[in-house]
């Protein structure tokens, strides 16, 4: 089993940043990929970023070039840079890790952003 627990979320104004964090705790052999994604009230999850073990980044086209996924070397905590906020990037923000054949979902970390 695989354990994620989001934190760093809260409110902030628009234009400006938060960083978010998953620490993952666990059997954590064989993580493929680590992933960020949201979900707006009413709305369906949607995926943000993800970094592989290689480690290979991708972004949906919404977040590129204002969100940076990294994590750190001990491959334990993935963090989210979130940089020139908007109002429509309020939502609750989860963690996913991925091995083959099963994924693993943090409880997500609430993000406001105020206009």
């Known amino acids: 089993q695989v354990r994620l627990v989001e934190s760093g979320g809260g409110l902030v104004q628009a234009g400006g940043s938060l960083r978010l964090s998953c620490a993952a705790s666990g059997t954590l052999d064989n993580i493929n990929a680590m992933a960020w994604y949201r979900q707006a009230p009413g709305q369906q999850r949607l995926w943000l970023a993800t970094?592989?073990?290689?480690?290979?980044?991708n972004y949906a086209n919404s977040v590129k070039g204002r969100f940076t996924i990294s994590r750190d070397n001990a491959k334990t905590t993935v963090y989210l840079q979130m940089d020139s906020l908007k109002p429509e990037d309020t939502a609750v923000y989860y963690c996913?890790?991925?091995?083959?054949?099963?994924?693993?979902w943090g409880q997500g970390t609430q993000v406001t952003v105020s206009s």
């Open positions: 970094i592989t073990s290689d480690p290979i980044t």
């Open positions: 996913c890790a991925v091995r083959i054949g099963h994924e693993y």
